[in-house]
């Protein structure tokens, strides 16, 4: 289109302002998407064995001063785990240090590894549903007021995950926070779709996706600084979005493609997606999703236990452990960001399909290679792991490959239930992987989860073409 922007400068106030909006509330929907994932287990064993803990630390506490010394120490563990769990170096244990080193020590609990699959499955879940609500709610009452709903809620209840006491209300909160999760992925793609020039698109969805990637390196840098504490602060640091609502509601209009159409169309329904050329569109896009959104979320979930796990063989200490999983969660981060701008150059080069299926075929054979074969600990931290992250720019493609395959109308509702209701399948994905992990062997798990690479890349085939870019 001759009136489009043809640089950057050329963007009028409202696409720059629509743009910050977006990729600020994907970069905290990074944030406090993978918050849980950093201290997962750790704060699973706490709150599943708390009692417990509190009760040892009670019994070893001879002087009643709420501390633990060398003496007192010795009476319930090896002298020399005390530097190990003395984590400020002060020459005593605390209660919160002798929570975290205990429960450190149960990570690899069968009800601990339970526990927490089941509350990464119920975040999932919660993401499909926020997908589909809010992916409603941007179409009929507007993608400006539907954002700063999805970011309000994400924001609220990741920060209420601080005052969890039992894993059941961790469950609950971490559920709710990923409505506005889910919510925010199909508003924010769909405001960039309608507001940013069309032959930008594989471009502007690497950026969108960047932001999601810096803001899962805040969560990490956030784990590292917190590292030794008790996994709770970490919940404090995702309550920051909540901030972004006032400059969405302040200056993101809504974008005119919707205002116009919402003013003089029909509004259709929900179950205009399974009717006539929208349903083949809509299934095989939540196949190709379902497939590959379950083998993306199942390595990020278990990868870092599989870090853990071979950080507690080389016989690592839990704060360095900690910091290993923490620092290679950054690495494989931080490649996808590299991953995002080359598969925008695919989809630029040989289209959407071609750059699926390239980026898919990559995800299996890397992980093959990763999880069959034993691999070093430095190894598996510095290469493989990071090199299967490289993979996972496809899914910044999704942002913007998906909404405008749906009517104006229905394009929040179809892209966000075709993209979100992958989590479902992710969900039960994750609870699976649990089930089928024997005695701390992600490896093999692992290496299952890349197959499902192979049906992503067959539904590929069947993708309908993209409307007309120009």
């Known amino acids: 289109m001759p009136n489009e922007p043809q640089q950057l400068r050329d963007l009028s106030p409202q696409q ?25 287990v750790t704060f699973v064993a706490i709150l599943v064995n708390g009692d ?10 001879k002087n009643g001063d709420g501390f633990l010394d060398a003496s007192e120490w010795a009476v319930k563990e090896l002298p020399a785990d005390f530097e190990k769990a003395d984590k400020n170096r002060d020459g005593r244990i605390s209660n919160e240090e002798f929570l975290v080193h205990s429960a450190q020590q149960h990570k690899g609990d069968d009800m601990v590894k339970k526990r927490a699959s089941w509350i990464q499955a119920a975040f999932l879940i919660g993401w499909a549903l926020g997908g589909a609500f809010f992916g409603r709610l941007g179409d009929l009452i507007g993608r400006s007021r539907s954002l700063s709903l999805t970011v309000l809620t994400y924001a609220a209840f990741t920060g209420l995950s601080f005052f969890a006491e039992t894993w059941w209300q961790l469950m609950i909160f971490r559920f709710l926070a990923a409505l506005g999760i889910g919510g925010e992925w199909a508003v924010g793609s769909t405001l960039l779709s309608e507001t940013w020039p069309k032959k930008w698109r594989p471009w502007t969805a690497a950026v969108l996706q960047t932001g999601v990637n810096l803001g899962v390196l805040v969560a990490c840098v956030a784990g590292i600084l917190l590292a030794g504490k008790h996994p709770r602060w970490i919940f404090l640091v995702g309550v920051a979005p909540a901030f972004l609502v006032f400059y969405i509601r302040r200056h993101v209009p809504e974008p005119e493609t919707w205002a116009a159409e919402h003013a003089h169309t029909p509004k259709p329904s929900v179950m205009d997606l399974f009717r006539g050329a929208a349903l083949r569109t809509t299934l095989v896009c939540v196949g190709i999703c379902a497939f590959s959104l379950t083998a993306w979320w199942a390595f990020m979930f278990w990868q870092t236990q599989h870090v853990s796990s071979l950080a507690k063989s080389v016989a690592m200490s839990p704060t360095d452990s900690d910091k290993l999983v923490n620092t290679t969660f950054g690495l494989v981060i931080g490649i996808s960001i590299i991953g995002n701008f080359v598969s925008g150059w695919l989809a630029r080069c040989i289209g959407y399909k071609g750059a699926l299926l390239i980026m898919f075929g990559g995800f299996f054979v890397t992980m093959t290679a990763a999880f069959m074969p034993e691999h070093s600990i430095a190894a598996m931290t510095r290469f493989w792991l990071p090199a299967v992250g490289f993979w996972s720019g496809v899914f910044g493609l999704f942002t913007m490959l998906l909404p405008p395959l749906f009517p104006v109308l229905l394009r929040t509702t179809g892209a966000g239930f075709c993209y979100n209701i992958g989590r479902i399948a992710a969900a039960a994905g994750t609870i699976f992987a649990a089930q089928i992990t024997q005695g701390g062997n992600f490896r093999q798990t692992l290496l299952y989860d890349g197959f499902l690479f192979i049906p992503a890349m067959l539904l590929t085939l069947l993708l309908p073409p993209q409307p007309d870019e120009d």
Do not use: N, P, Q
């Not at 909006?21 to 950093?38: E, K, N, P």
């Open 52 to 61: 417990t803990f509190r009760s040892e630390f009670s019994t070893a506490d």
């Open 16 to 40: 720059l302002k629509s743009g910050l909006a977006a990729w600020l509330g994907w970069l905290f929907d990074g944030l406090d998407m993978h918050i849980f994932t950093l201290v997962a």
